[in-house]
T-cell receptor, first 114, second 113 residues
Framework: DTGVSQNPRHKITKRGQNVTFRCDPISEHNRLYWYRQTLGQGPEFLTYFQNEAQLEKSRLLSDRFSAERPKGSFSTLEIQRTEQGDSAMYLC????????????FGDGTRLSIL | GNSVTQMEGPVTLSEEAFLTINCTYTATGYPSLFWYVQYPGEGLQLLLKATKADDKGSNKGFEATYRKETTSFHLEKGSVQVSDSAVYFCALSAIGTASKLTFGTGTRLQVTL
């Protein structure tokens, strides 16, 4: 069990650029979640996958955001035409299918928009 | 909708003091309840959990009891250490939501010598 891995740890980009983050979950976990955390707040749910299927998206996920999990393993989160308000920590978590099982989080990708 | 309310921080305590961080929730049905901890520069780590009423979760000297009648899940520790300094998040996972978590805003704990 190597834990949830996220890359990169930090991303600095100019407003209007596209960015992509990667998450590698714990290998036997079927569910993968993305959250966004802004300074002084708790994480907010963005979307989740069960295997390769994206089953729910939050209203926070505007049409500039897209997430994929093509083979049911790693996932990518892309933000197009970044805006200042996108600056945040993006967290990935994974869990097994069994109800009530806790989610295991990665260390996050911190996005800073110049 | 589902929500979690935590006491505002920061909470500043001397080493060996007693800790309580209050957490109340609103949810349909009987959610699972969690405390996560975030140390400086690190990701969220599960501290403890409880999945049904009157369950007590415990880990590393921390405890929390699932109180359905008061919709609460307060975190307690009898004697805090400097190494416990971190941000603590209360969270719930509601029935039928595929385990997605709803978090409180977090409570920063600072323990001094």
């Amino acid at each position: 069990d190597t834990g949830v891995s996220q890359n990169p740890r930090h991303k600095i980009t100019k407003r209007g650029q596209n960015v992509t983050f990667r998450c590698d979950p714990i290998s036997e976990h079927n569910r993968l979640y993305w959250y966004r955390q802004t300074l002084g707040q708790g994480p907010e749910f963005l979307t989740y996958f069960q295997n390769e299927a994206q089953l729910e998206k939050s209203r926070l996920l505007s049409d500039r955001f897209s997430a994929e999990r093509p083979k049911g393993s790693f996932s990518t989160l892309e933000i197009q035409r970044t805006e200042q308000g996108d600056s945040a920590m993006y967290l990935c978590a994974s869990s097994s299918l069994q109800g009530g099982q806790p989610q295991h989080f990665g260390d996050g990708t911190r996005l800073s928009i110049l | 909708g589902n929500s979690v309310t935590q006491m505002e921080g920061p909470v500043t305590l001397s080493e060996e003091a007693f800790l309580t961080i209050n957490c109340t929730y609103t949810a349909t049905g009987y959610p699972s309840l969690f405390w996560y901890v975030q140390y400086p520069g690190e990701g969220l780590q599960l501290l403890l959990k409880a999945t049904k009423a009157d369950d007590k979760g415990s880990n590393k000297g921390f405890e929390a009891t699932y109180r359905k009648e008061t919709t609460s899940f307060h975190l307690e520790k009898g004697s805090v250490q400097v190494s416990d300094s971190a941000v603590y998040f209360c969270a719930l996972s509601a029935i039928g939501t595929a385990s997605k978590l709803t978090f409180g805003t977090g409570t920063r704990l600072q323990v001094t010598l």
